[in-house]
């Protein structure tokens, strides 16, 4: 007997990657905001030796935080609703 996979629905699975991406993004534009220099030197290990000095930007203005919050959350919905369709059609 074929045990049939409950569909997930892409409203829910997109609002929730989207909502976990943008908390993230909201504590990463904290941490730079508040530790400047250290928190480069923090997400260089995170990156696993990728120099990111090179590409940092300490002072990152209120509207550029705002876009870059923005473009995540955008970015999470989609990939969110693909992850359903994907699922759900590997599922049947």
Same mark, same amino acid.
């Given at each position: 007997? &074929? =045990?049939?996979?409950?569909? *997930?629905?892409?409203? &829910?699975? !997109?609002?929730? +990657?989207?909502?976990?991406?943008?908390?993230? !993004?909201?504590?990463?534009? #904290?941490? $730079?905001?508040?530790?400047?220099?250290?928190? +480069?030197?923090?997400?260089? @290990? $995170?990156?696993?030796? $990728?120099? #990111?000095?090179? +590409?940092?930007?300490?002072?990152?203005?209120?509207?550029?935080?705002?876009?870059?919050?923005?473009?995540?959350?955008? $970015?999470? *919905?989609?990939?969110?609703? *693909?992850?359903? +369709?994907? @699922? =759900? !059609?590997?599922?049947?």
């Amino acid at each position: 007997m &074929k =045990n049939k996979t409950e569909k *997930l629905d892409a409203k &829910k699975v !997109s609002l929730s +990657v989207a909502g976990v991406a943008g908390a993230l !993004s909201l504590l990463c534009a #904290l941490i $730079i905001a508040i530790f400047k220099e250290n928190a +480069v030197k923090t997400f260089n @290990y $995170i990156f696993h030796g $990728i120099d #990111l000095s090179s +590409v940092q930007q300490v002072n990152i203005s209120f509207s550029g935080g705002i876009i870059g919050f923005v473009e995540v959350v955008a $970015i999470s *919905l989609f990939a969110g609703w *693909l992850f359903v +369709v994907i @699922y =759900n !059609s590997l599922s049947k």
